[in-house]
């Protein structure tokens, strides 16, 4: 049963347009929502997080929105540039729950210029 | 920037072989994870250490892994024998006080 759920497996954008990436959750008790990036052959590094009082957190090019009700989070990045071709990963945990983090099985992202 | 430090990068064995991958967390890190990434999927967790303390080790396939953390610092994850479906990377990261992990760059183990 998965517990995080990214259902595109790819994306394709042109560089300087806006890449949305979405995650669909089904457990209410998460609470803590992040983004990791990782490029072929190495680990996944943390992009962007959000906590579940908030329903947007903004970082430079990278925003989270976070829909509760919903169960859903989705990452924009705009503008979009080449070296965002990655895959992103979803990730949450939930108190309680020793803070393990529970991922998607991730979106690749290609820009192209 | 601190880093986990993993080791080796890649690692390639024949099955029923045994083989062992090796993890240093940030300093001052209490919480340590091995997690494993087959393509296309994300993460899963393997085993997760609290100082030298096994935390969760639910989803360790214990026939044949094992995994230790003896001081509390670094560890070691061990496969042996190995099976062609253990192919995958293999990721270590440790957690401080804040909510994420950081994640070493992991070990692709092939398996043949």
């Known amino acids: 049963d998965q517990q995080v759920k990214q259902n595109s497996p790819s994306l394709s954008v042109q560089e300087g347009r806006i890449s949305i990436l979405n995650c669909d959750y089904t457990n209410s008790m998460f609470d803590y929502f992040l983004w990791y990036k990782k490029y072929p052959a190495e680990g996944p590094t943390f992009l962007i997080s959000?906590?579940?009082?908030?329903d947007k957190n903004e970082d430079g090019r990278f925003t989270v929105f976070l829909n509760k009700s919903a169960k859903h989070l989705s990452l924009h990045i705009v503008p979009s540039q080449p070296g965002d071709s990655a895959v992103y990963f979803c990730a949450a945990s939930a108190a309680g729950s020793a803070r393990q983090l529970t991922f998607g099985s991730g979106t690749q992202l290609t820009v192209l210029p | 920037e601190a880093e986990v430090a993993q080791s080796p990068r890649y690692k390639i064995t024949e099955k029923s072989q045994a083989v062992a991958f090796w993890c240093d967390p940030i300093?001052?890190?209490?919480?340590l994870y091995w997690y494993r990434q087959i393509l296309g999927q994300g993460p899963e967790l393997l085993v997760q250490f609290q100082d030298e303390s096994v935390v969760d080790d639910s989803q360790l396939p214990k026939d044949r892994f094992s995994a230790e953390r003896l001081k509390g610092v670094d560890s070691t994850l061990k496969i042996q024998p190995a099976e062609l479906g253990d192919s995958a990377m293999y990721l270590c990261?440790?957690?401080?006080?804040?909510?994420?992990?950081?994640f070493g760059s992991g070990t692709r183990l092939t398996v043949v």
């Open positions: 300093s001052g890190h209490a919480t």
């Open positions: 990261a440790s957690k401080g006080l804040a909510y994420g992990y950081t």
């Open positions: 959000i906590s579940s009082i908030k």
